[in-house]
């Protein structure tokens, strides 16, 4: 088991920053990739960025390209994603998610891939 908490949302102005963090606690070492998704009003969930288990290849969508970072910190079992110059787009719920992939072995068989996922953290922009 994985479990994941997000912290650090809040009500910010357009222009200004924040920064998300997402501790991962249990089971970490099972964890091949991990990612922030967000969820507006009213909208479908989408991948924001994601970053890969040894933290040297990630993907953001088009949208945040330039504005977000993600980052991992092995140390702390934690996931950043740095935002700036938010916009009212920006609002959403946004949820850390962390990802194992099936994978199959002589001895054990397969391993079904499995994601793990936080209950999120608010980000409003005013304008």
């Known amino acids: 088991q994985v479990q994941l908490v997000e912290s650090g949302g809040g009500l910010v102005q357009v222009g200004g920053s924040l920064r998300l963090s997402c501790a991962a606690s249990?089971?970490?070492?099972?964890?091949?990739?991990m990612g922030w998704y967000r969820q507006g009003q009213g909208k479908q969930r989408e991948l924001v960025a994601a970053?890969?288990?040894?933290?040297?290849?990630?993907t953001y969508a088009d949208s945040v390209k330039g504005r977000f970072t993600i980052s991992r910190d092995y140390a702390k079992s934690t996931v950043t994603l740095q935002i700036n110059s938010l916009n009212p787009e920006d609002t959403a719920v946004y949820y850390c998610?962390?990802?194992?992939?099936?994978?199959?072995?002589?001895?054990?068989?397969?391993?079904?891939?499995?994601?793990?996922w936080g209950k999120g953290t608010l980000v409003t922009v005013s304008s």
């Open positions: 249990g089971s970490i070492s099972s964890i091949d990739s």
């Open positions: 998610n962390a990802a194992r992939a099936p994978a199959w072995s002589e001895k054990v068989g397969f391993t079904a891939g499995v994601d793990y």
């Open positions: 970053i890969s288990n040894d933290g040297t290849t990630s």
